[in-house]
């Protein structure tokens, strides 16, 4: 298990960039893969982007290829997911979530608790 925390969200305008981290505890964290997920009010939980626990594998939901990039650091414990040309629908919570699997679902293990995004246009 590993407690993870997000940072870097804010209100930015519609075209702006934004990088979140997901920094987490454990000294295993190299064999945990994590994902990106947002949710925006009245609509489901979804998964934007994962990356297996060596980096080598990466997964981008159509609607952020080409803007969004995740990355990580694991001497850091860190994810990090780089938001470019954001738009306002990109508006949401933003969680990042871990596990021992590659998921391209929802049901990862452990989650942290969110931060928010905020694009105006």
């Known amino acids: 298990q590993v407690q993870l925390v997000e940072s870097g969200g804010g209100l930015v305008q519609a075209g702006g960039s934004l990088r979140l981290s997901c920094a987490a505890s454990?000294?295993?964290?190299?064999?945990?893969?994590v994902g990106w997920f947002r949710q925006a009010p009245g609509k489901e939980r979804g998964l934007l982007a994962a990356?297996?626990?060596?980096?080598?594998?990466?997964y981008y939901a159509d609607s952020v290829k080409g803007r969004f990039t995740i990355s990580r650091d694991n001497a850091k414990n860190t994810v990090y997911l780089q938001m470019n040309s954001l738009k306002p629908e990109d508006t949401a919570v933003y969680y990042c979530?871990?596990?021992?699997?590659?998921?391209?679902?929802?049901?990862?293990?452990?989650w942290g608790q969110g931060t928010q995004v905020t694009v105006s246009s």
């Open positions: 979530a871990a596990d021992k699997l590659f998921r391209y679902g929802s049901s990862w293990s452990d």
């Open positions: 454990g000294r295993t964290f190299s064999t945990y893969a």
């Open positions: 990356i297996s626990g060596s980096g080598g594998v990466i």
